[in-house]
């Protein structure tokens, strides 16, 4: 399966973004679909993560309550919805697909996207 992220941009503190995560191939509701970000010059970190059926979604500590995690299979597409966002949530974003569990945080994964940049910024 390939995945292209798409969505991020410029938005000031407390705004809103919607990151999409498109995948190709008929097999996209066979994988758990998970996110990581990586600030400049940082490790890569769990972001969020959703089953198969889209029925269970976990979510870092960081952004719980402020990111909701969803998928449509039968477009396809997973999205990322992102509210009050603060500069520490200024990082590249990326969806993976696999078989890895949707609340595991180790950043291994069968399938990377290439990532979507978010800034953060007044």
């Known amino acids: 399966v390939q995945l292209q992220a798409s969505g991020g941009g410029l938005v000031q503190p407390g705004g809103s973004l919607r990151l999409s995560c498109a995948a190709s191939?008929?097999?996209?509701?066979?994988?758990?679909i998970r996110w990581f970000r990586q600030p400049h010059e940082k490790d890569r970190e769990f972001v969020a993560g959703i089953s198969r059926s889209g029925g269970s979604t976990y979510y870092a500590d960081s952004v719980k309550g402020r990111f909701t995690l969803s998928r449509d299979n039968a477009k396809n597409t997973a999205y990322l919805q992102m509210n009050s966002l603060k500069p520490e949530d200024t990082a590249v974003y990326y969806c993976?697909?696999?078989?890895?569990?949707?609340?595991?945080?180790?950043?291994?994964?069968?399938?990377w996207g290439r990532g979507t940049l978010v800034t953060v910024s007044s």
């Open positions: 993976t697909a696999g078989t890895q569990a949707y609340y595991s945080g180790r950043s291994a994964a069968d399938y």
């Open positions: 191939g008929r097999t996209f509701s066979s994988y758990d």
